[in-house]
Nanobody, 124 residues
Framework: QVQLVESGGGLVQAGDSLTLSCAASGRTFSRSAMGWFRQATGKERVFVAAIGWSGSTYYVASVKGRFTVSADYAKNTVYLKMNSLKPEDTAVYYC??????????????????WGQGTQVTVSS
């Protein structure tokens, strides 16, 4: 059984930085791609970033240049470094893991396991 536990969320001001962590157990990251998604109140959950099998990274346009996804395979942990935060980044952030190599990093249904989410609130 795979378990994902996010941490690092909180309340920050616009322009601040925050780093989210996602610790995994039950599957090593070297065998999985990892994604970050977010869900704002009253909206659907959407793709934010992913780190693929080869270590390549992918971002939604709205966070490109501000967010950085990385992985520490020795610690089985993936990170989302968020800089220059904006109020519109306010959401619950979820990490997810994908086992299939042919999966689409942007598609939620291709991910196998999800964390419980961590709240990020950015005040203006």
């Amino acid at each position: 059984q795979v378990q994902l536990v996010e941490s690092g969320g909180g309340l920050v001001q616009a322009g601040d930085s925050l780093t989210l962590s996602c610790a995994a157990s039950g599957r090593t990251f070297s065998r999985s791609a990892m994604g970050w998604f977010r869900q704002a109140t009253g909206k659907e959950r959407v793709f934010v970033a992913a780190i693929g099998w080869s270590g390549s990274t992918y971002y939604v346009a709205s966070v490109k240049g501000r967010f950085t996804v990385s992985a520490d395979y020795a610690k089985n942990t993936v990170y989302l470094k968020m800089n220059s935060l904006k109020p519109e980044d306010t959401a619950v952030y979820y990490c997810a893991t994908m086992a299939r190599r042919s999966g689409n990093y942007y598609r939620q249904s291709d991910y196998d396991y999800w964390g419980q989410g961590t709240q990020v609130t950015v005040s203006s």
